[in-house]
Structure formats: C-alpha cells, structure tokens
C-alpha cells in the first residue's frame, strides 16, 4: 500500500540535501493523502531554459523533454527520492488488471507557482557534479543512519 510518513519525507530531504548541495529543494507529502511525496526543484546551477512556470518531470521519460546534464541530474535525483529512505521503492502494479501495488508514488517538478527556477552561478559549486555517484554517496550514508 502506498504510504509515506512525515520521518521518511524528512530522510528524502536531508539526502537531496547532503546529495546536491548547490541545489534548492522543497520537499513534502501530499496534501490529499500520505502515498505521494512532491519535490520542487527550486534552484541550481544547471540551465534547464526559460521556465516562468513550473515543469512537471515524468520520471519514466526524462530523456524525451530534458537533454545531456538535465537528465543525468534527474535521474539521480529520482534515484534518491526513491531509495534514500528507509521505506525502499517498489512497484508491483500491473495496469492491465487494474491493480496498483507501490510503496509510494512520487512528484517532480522544477519550481513551483509564482516561483519559478533560478539558476545559480555555476561557478560557486560545493559540490560534486558526478551526479550519479552522489546519489549513490547519500543513499549508502542514509542506509548508515547517517543522514536524517
């Protein structure tokens, strides 16, 4: 059943956080319920263009609307919102039987109303741009207890 509670929305936070550090993120758990998290992509030094409105990613097709250094970040990104809690990913859904089995459902987007994306000045970075490699980093620490 999907469902997420206020402790592993806190871990998906603090490792964004310790993953991206020269990143913005705004993270919370749906409003209408408990089986969704939304993370709002806020600010970085990535140029993702002109977005005066938020962008929704869709974490099944990045590569169709985003290209090169956009997707490798959203995937890592992705990665750790799904593996950087100790409530593991899974999707056992089969669309075809109308049944629907996840751990949690999951929303990106790249700013939000009336704030859309900044980019930052790239050459300020604190962190890594291996982008991978630190989803990876924050995800084997959280797994540690580490993180959160």
């Keep these: 059943?999907?469902?997420l509670n206020k402790?592993?929305?806190?871990?998906t936070r603090e490792a964004l956080k310790v993953a991206f550090p020269d990143f913005k993120f705004l993270v919370?758990?749906?409003t209408g319920g408990r089986s969704?998290?939304?993370v709002s992509i806020m600010s970085g030094p990535?140029?993702?263009?002109?977005?005066?409105?938020?962008k929704s990613v869709n974490p099944y097709h990045i590569g169709t609307f985003f290209e090169g250094k956009q997707v490798r970040f959203l995937e890592a990104v992705i990665k750790v919102i799904k593996y950087g809690t100790d409530r593991q990913w899974y999707d056992r859904s089969d669309a075809?039987?109308?049944y629907f089995d996840t751990a949690f459902y999951l929303d990106v987007e790249m700013g939000r109303?009336?704030?859309?994306?900044q980019k930052t000045d790239p050459r300020k970075l604190k962190g890594s741009t291996n982008y991978d490699q630190a989803a990876d980093n924050a995800i084997a620490w959280n797994r540690l207890g580490a993180v959160a």
């Design 7 to 11: 402790d592993q929305v806190k871990q």
């Design 36 to 38: 969704s998290i939304n």
């Design 113 to 117: 109303w009336q704030k859309p994306y």
């Design 1 to 3: 059943m999907a469902y």
């Design 96 to 98: 075809m039987t109308d």
């Design 46 to 54: 990535i140029d993702f263009g002109d977005l005066d409105m938020p």
């Design 28 to 30: 919370r758990r749906s």
